[in-house]
């Protein structure tokens, strides 16, 4: 977990950003029998911004994309080695990422998953202005019990009761190793017309189908 990973300056622009641009539901982006079927409320997604992707899909952009969101990405890429201990190395462990604003309104959560398939690891940023502890939207962190790997069951539970929760404080950049369970909880109805905004990506050692959330 990494506080204040971006300057003022770039967070207000990135904010800005995902608060203007044209998103698009979630459940509109997914086949019914992927991961996401279990999705909560309507959470929304931008567009996908890749870095060194090897074969970039139609309809994406490549970093430098000229909008806010490559100031993520070069800080990625300037705090990359810090990342090591859960994503590895850039060459050895992972090839590119990718970047992509969300938005979660009210009633909007993400089941418990792992992003496991062909993956270092994933990342959130959160780049809204405010929240608090009463709107909900904690990143579930699934913890090891006795030395055993927690995993995400069928109907995307989990097979452990204790882990950690992370608040989705402002400018806040979580790093996941991949097969690590976790899940968003809901937006509180509290949080009104406050959403929660993100940018998400996935250190990834080979192309997956899609480009997944957070």
Known sequence: MFDDFLSPEDLSAVRRYVADERMTYLKNMRKPNHLYRLVEGEPLLGPTTFYDHPNLPQGFSSYPAGTPVDTVCTSLLEGAEAFSSWIGFQGSDWQFFSCTPYVYPA????????????????????????????????????????????????????DTDLGHYVAPVPNRLVVIKAGTPHRVKNVSARAGDHYRMSVTGFFESRPTRSADTE
């Open 107 to 158: 009633g909007s959560g993400l089941s418990w998953h792992d992003d496991a398939q062909g993956r270092a690891g994933s990342f959130v940023l959160y780049v809204h202005d405010e929240w608090k502890s009463s709107w909900g939207a904690e990143l579930l962190i699934a913890n090891q019990v006795g030395g055993r790997q927690p995993r995400v069951e069928r109907h995307q539970g989990v």
